[in-house]
């Protein structure tokens, strides 16, 4: 048996030897390398049979870098925020096709528009403008799932940079199964084999919707329009969150009813700080149908949100209902445009935004009416 210290009082413990056996490591290596380009192989083909396309994943990584640029010289400019309505519905080379220039996304999907117009109220850099999404159920209740980009962008580090670099020029543009919804770890753990526990629900994860570029512009995946089962699979995702209990802070009238006012006036900070340096505003409702337009007009009525929102901050909005040009359009899971009508919807949005709201000049800071 192999002495230890104790064993020899006042001598150092030797450092274990292994004698590695003779192999033919070489051809190991070369064998292991094989079987792992063809599982990966494998695992891009089956995604990709399944409609998968290499697409931009989005991360927080790719926010910052759309971010910095108003830190680093862009500040002028043109600014979205909002969530997942504003990336999806919003299309930047219609935008820019029409109105001479091409706006910073920074919309975030499942995440109140607040804490992004707050961070550039925040930033004396950003003197553009800005489109402010409003979707009622997020907007109103201040729900973030993204709001951890923002402080990111704040904190990442140059490792950080470089990874998001690495990854966007190297792996996101080549493979269709490098996104979350195609992870093995995700695959598995929504396989319908798993026993539920007393207590635990099914598996409802948001599945992929979308299709990113490398500037973050954003359009619904075809599959979502064109493959019924995976339509019926979002829609019954929707369904169940929709028709789901409220949580803790909103299971009561008088608790919505302060949550809304809570948010109301984080946009009334905000647009204020942004008037006082000359930021034209304008908030947007994109449409929504079927259910989930439904669901908002029930617990989020208009004349308790969106009407109290534009008269307290002053500021000017388009609703899509009061404008017929807005109206009517393809939304395969009640809350996204296709991609197809996304480009119509845009071009009739910056038409009716130029006409009628940023070609009339800056707000004042009192009424937020636009002047000449």
Do not use: C
């Not at 929102?309 to 996204?336: C, M, N, V």
């Not at 197809?340 to 009416?369: M, S």
């Amino acid at each position: 048996m192999r002495q230890t210290a104790s064993d020899r009082p006042g001598v150092a413990q030797p450092v274990p030897v292994r004698d590695i056996p003779s192999r033919p490591w070489a051809s190991i290596w070369i064998g292991a390398l094989i079987l792992a380009v063809l599982l990966l192989a494998g695992w891009e083909w089956h995604w990709r049979a399944f409609g998968v396309l290499p697409t931009y994943r989005n991360s927080d990584g790719e926010w910052a870098q759309q971010r910095r640029r108003i830190d680093e010289g862009e500040g002028g400019k043109t600014v979205l925020v909002g969530s997942s309505r504003v990336l999806f519905d919003v299309q930047l080379p219609v935008w820019e096709k029409i109105d001479g220039e091409r706006p910073i996304q920074l919309a975030l999907e499942g995440t109140s528009s607040a804490p992004v117009l707050e961070d550039l109220a925040a930033d004396p850099k950003f003197t553009g403008r800005v489109l402010v999404g409003v979707a009622p159920e997020l907007f109103f209740s201040g729900f973030a799932y993204r709001g951890k980009a923002i402080s990111f962008f704040h904190k990442q580090s140059p490792s950080q940079r470089i990874g998001n670099w690495l990854s966007m020029h190297l792996l996101e543009p080549y493979l269709a199964f490098d996104g979350s919804d195609f992870a093995l770890a995700t695959v598995v753990r929504r396989q319908d084999w798993w026993p539920l526990r007393p207590g635990m629900k099914p598996n409802t994860s948001v599945r992929e919707l979308r299709v990113s570029d490398a500037d973050r512009n954003t359009h619904m995946w075809s599959k979502v329009e064109n493959d019924p089962q995976y339509r019926a699979l979002t829609r019954s995702i929707w369904a169940e969150r929709l028709n789901g209990p409220p949580p803790p802070d909103m299971d009561s009238p008088a608790k919505v009813h302060k949550l809304i006012d809570q948010q109301i006036q984080r946009a009334v900070v905000a647009v204020n700080k942004l008037r006082a340096r000359g930021v034209q505003v304008l908030f947007v409702r994109p449409p929504s149908m079927g259910p989930y337009l439904a669901f908002e007009t029930k617990v989020f009525p208009r004349a308790a949100t969106w009407d109290a929102l534009l008269k307290r901050t002053g500021a000017p909005g388009i609703h899509f209902q009061d404008y017929p040009q807005l109206q009517g359009y393809d939304q395969p899971e009640w809350s996204h445009l296709s991609a197809v009508d996304a480009n119509r919807y845009t071009a009739e949005l910056v038409t009716i935004i130029d006409r009628d709201f940023w070609k009339k000049g800056p707000q004042t800071p009192a009424t937020g009416v636009a002047v000449r």
